[in-house]
């Protein structure tokens, strides 16, 4: 086991109607004048963001509130966020959203604690541990971004290309998430399975590991996976059902903040791989993972077979074959497959809608390695620019 330090000081409060918790939430923290912000309009139509308003007011929090956040949110949007925090001498950022939002929320957040332009930050060039304060409302079950070290942004201020970058520090955990599972009842059944399946990945980037003995990390990474596993199939069956969607919301929440990683380096090449899919096509984030997974599964199955017939079995109920580590690990990746068309999403880069010519999988891979600011991408199989233009290619 890898030493390591865990903190999560997100205070989650969970429940039904804790959306109206927000005002008091922000006064508790500190904040006096707070910017809504969100994507979608959903929020609106379905009375949230009334419900916020009140309960903002209620506590004598005074408000300012931009909407306007896409799918890979945009760092222009983010601009206009800070200058608008400025002017009116916010002091909270408060997200309503998914990962988008909520990331959204976090740039602004970085542009208002800090001097250096955002491009910088997310480019990699200057680092920061200042940020202003945040808290967010999840929406939808998904990044975890909620609880999360991570900000993730595409970067439409440099000309033509765009790219999809990530600042990670501990900083941006958001110092509460309000997670209210009815919320995601509204979530159409592609928001439900896409971000569901992400659930699933930020588990498996850690869990494909070269460390060994991690046994209790294993267990909780397992246990989860099996709950997603079950739960998005329901949601989708049954969208208003409270334990799905509560399940799904908590496996969102704990999949990405670190504690199934516990003891062991995470892998995370599948990530950097969707970033430059996700920049150069514009597609969901959690079906562009499910697009390249398998591919790049049976690409690094050979480093320890044993770890994916572990997967299999313990994940997907595979029977094992005790001669043949391999072909159980092969039918494990089989599941998977299997479990991401039974919910409508894809497992090859054409079923995803995209056809990158060569020169755009080496854009790809080499973007990939870049964004690592290494010669390659992951950890269980380093994976060099030619590997990964490999793994693409297998994904066609
Ligand atoms: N910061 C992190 O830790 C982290 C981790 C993984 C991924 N990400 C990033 O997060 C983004 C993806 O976020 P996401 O998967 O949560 O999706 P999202 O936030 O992009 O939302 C997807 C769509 O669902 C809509 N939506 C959200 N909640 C809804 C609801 N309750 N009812 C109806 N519609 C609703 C949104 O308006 C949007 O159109 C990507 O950019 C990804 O790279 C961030």
């Not at 109607?17 to 923290?29: H, N, Q, S, V, W």
């Not at 929320?105 to 208002?112: Q, T, V």
């Not at 494909?208 to 990390?217: G, M, R």
């Not at 390695?369 to 010669?375: E, H, Q, T």
Request: glycine letters at 10%; charged letters at 25%; aromatic letters at 8%.
């Amino acid at each position: 086991m890898v030493n390591f330090e865990y903190l999560v000081p997100t205070k989650i409060v969970f429940g039904k109607e804790t959306e109206k918790e927000a005002g008091r939430l922000i006064k508790e923290f500190g904040g006096h004048k707070a910017l809504i912000h969100w994507g979608g309009d959903y929020v609106r139509d379905t009375g949230l963001l009334a419900r916020v308003e009140e309960g903002l007011a209620a506590e004598g929090i005074e408000y300012v509130e931009m909407d306007g956040v896409v799918p890979n949110p945009r760092l222009s949007l983010v601009k206009q966020g800070v200058e608008l925090c400025k002017k009116e001498g916010v002091d909270f950022i408060l997200a309503i959203g998914g990962g988008s939002a909520i990331d959204s929320s976090k740039a602004i957040a970085y542009g208002l604690a800090n001097d250096f332009d955002l491009e910088d930050l997310f480019l990699g060039k200057v680092s920061t541990t200042k940020i202003a304060k945040i808290g967010a409302i999840s929406t939808l079950a998904g990044t975890g971004s909620e609880t999360s070290n991570s900000t993730v942004i595409n970067i439409d201020t440099m000309g033509e290309k765009m790219l999809k970058r990530s600042y990670n520090h501990e900083c941006a955990r958001p110092l509460f998430a309000i997670m209210n599972p009815e919320l995601t009842y509204s979530l159409p059944p592609f928001q439900t399975a896409a971000p569901g399946a992400d659930i699933m990945m930020h588990t498996m980037e850690r869990y494909f590991t070269t460390e060994q003995h991690v046994e209790l990390s294993d267990e909780l990474a397992e246990g989860l996976m099996r709950t997603v596993k079950t739960f998005v199939p329901e949601a989708l069956a049954n969208p208003k059902s409270y334990p799905a969607r509560a399940n799904l919301l908590l496996a969102g929440a704990k999949s990405h903040d670190g504690l199934t990683g516990l003891g062991r380096v995470g892998d995370f090449a599948c990530h950097a791989i969707e970033h430059e899919i996700g920049a150069m096509f514009d597609v969901a984030h959690g079906a562009g993972l499910t697009a390249i997974w398998s591919s790049w599964a049976k690409y690094v199955i050979d480093v320890d077979p044993e770890r994916f017939a572990q997967f299999a079995v313990n994940v997907w109920g595979v029977q094992n074959n005790f001669h043949d580590a391999k072909e159980t690990g092969l039918r494990g990746i089989d599941a998977w497959d299997e479990w991401c068309h039974s919910i409508n999403l894809p497992t090859s880069l054409h079923e995803l809608g995209i056809d990158p010519t060569d020169e755009q999988i080496h854009e790809m891979a080499q973007g990939a390695v870049d964004a690592r600011g290494g010669d390659h991408a992951g950890a269980f199989m380093e994976l060099h620019v030619e590997d990964i233009e490999n793994l693409l290619k297998n994904a066609r």
